[in-house]
Every structure is written in C-alpha cells, then in structure tokens.
C-alpha cells in the first residue's frame, strides 16, 4: 500500500494532484492519500482530508511506501520505521508554505541519508516508479543522541 500524506495543517495539492495522476497513467492501486484541507479531490485513489494521530500511525505501519511532504515528523516517522518514502518539499515562492525551509529540509536528508526527493511534478513520477524498485531507507532509533538533537536546533536556527 502507498500512503500519501501532507501533514494536517494545509493542503498541498501539487503533490496529491502529482500522485493522482501518476496513478491514473499506471492504473496503480492500494493508494490512500491523506490531503488536509483542499478543495482537490483525487479521482484515482481513497483519500481523506484528515487523520488522527493513531490513524496516522496506522497506516504509516501498514504502507510498502510512503510519499509525502517535506515535514520533519513524517520524515523521521518512516526512517524510524524503515519505509521508503519519497518527499516532495512544498516551495515558498509557490505560497505552499512561508519560506524553502522544506527544501532545505530535503537537501540535509537527501545528502546525508539517502532521502528519495522529487523537486517538482515532473520527476515525481519517474521517482516513484524507481521507488517501488528500491530497498527501505535507513532505518533509525526511537531516541535521539544528544548529538542528533544538537545538530537538528542548529539546523533549525540556520534556516
């Protein structure tokens, strides 16, 4: 099962539309898309526009792959639980969110990591036909080093 989420606080219907789309050109199935608060609907797979957090968790469990904003949480979220994931960072010069604190976001994890990002809609595609190819990303511990911790404030304080 692919899980899509986009964190609760807005919409980010560039990715769900992405996804919906990829969907429909592969007649994929087993998607379930949780969009926050948009007025898109896809047309391709199950969605809702919100989850709880046990839910959340669910179907994080549940999912072979999990493709999502650029959000710390849900990033850590799969690494801890040893999905794939492939992120696409919501853009500040597109209102998707108030600055490239996503982007940054992703560059951090996908040089240090290994994190699968697509930049836009158009590798979005190509990255999650390669994704369903690829072993788990690296997994991680439930708790943080002091170190990671440290690194993690500092990173936040830079962006």
């Given at each position: 099962?692919?899980?899509v989420?986009?964190?609760?606080?807005?919409a980010f219907d560039r990715?769900i539309d992405a996804?919906?789309?990829?969907?429909g050109e592969?007649d994929?199935?087993g998607?379930?898309?949780q969009?926050?608060p948009s007025?898109?609907?896809?047309?391709?797979?199950?969605?809702?526009?919100?989850?709880t957090?046990?839910?959340?968790?669910?179907?994080?469990?549940?999912a072979?792959?999990?493709?999502?904003?650029a959000?710390?949480?849900?990033?850590l979220?799969?690494m801890?639980?040893?999905?794939?994931?492939?992120?696409?960072?919501?853009?500040g010069d597109?209102?998707?969110?108030?600055?490239n604190?996503?982007?940054?976001?992703?560059?951090r994890?996908?040089?240090?990591?290994?994190?699968?990002?697509?930049?836009?809609?158009?590798?979005?595609?190509?990255?999650?036909?390669?994704?369903?190819l690829l072993?788990?990303?690296?997994?991680?511990?439930r708790?943080?080093s002091?170190?990671?911790?440290?690194?993690?404030?500092n990173?936040?304080?830079?962006v």
């Amino acid at each position: 099962m692919i899980f899509v989420t986009v964190g609760s606080q807005m919409a980010f219907d560039r990715l769900i539309d992405a996804v919906d789309q990829w969907a429909g050109e592969t007649d994929r199935t087993g998607i379930f898309a949780q969009i926050g608060p948009s007025d898109f609907q896809p047309r391709h797979f199950e969605w809702t526009q919100e989850l709880t957090a046990v839910e959340f968790r669910e179907y994080m469990s549940k999912a072979d792959v999990i493709v999502a904003h650029a959000g710390m949480g849900t990033i850590l979220n799969a690494m801890e639980m040893g999905k794939p994931i492939l992120v696409m960072p919501r853009r500040g010069d597109l209102r998707e969110t108030r600055n490239n604190h996503q982007i940054a976001t992703a560059k951090r994890f996908e040089e240090r990591y290994c994190l699968n990002v697509a930049y836009d809609e158009k590798s979005l595609s190509t990255k999650l036909d390669e994704l369903m190819l690829l072993k788990p990303s690296k997994r991680i511990g439930r708790q943080a080093s002091p170190e990671l911790l440290k690194r993690l404030v500092n990173f936040v304080d830079s962006v």
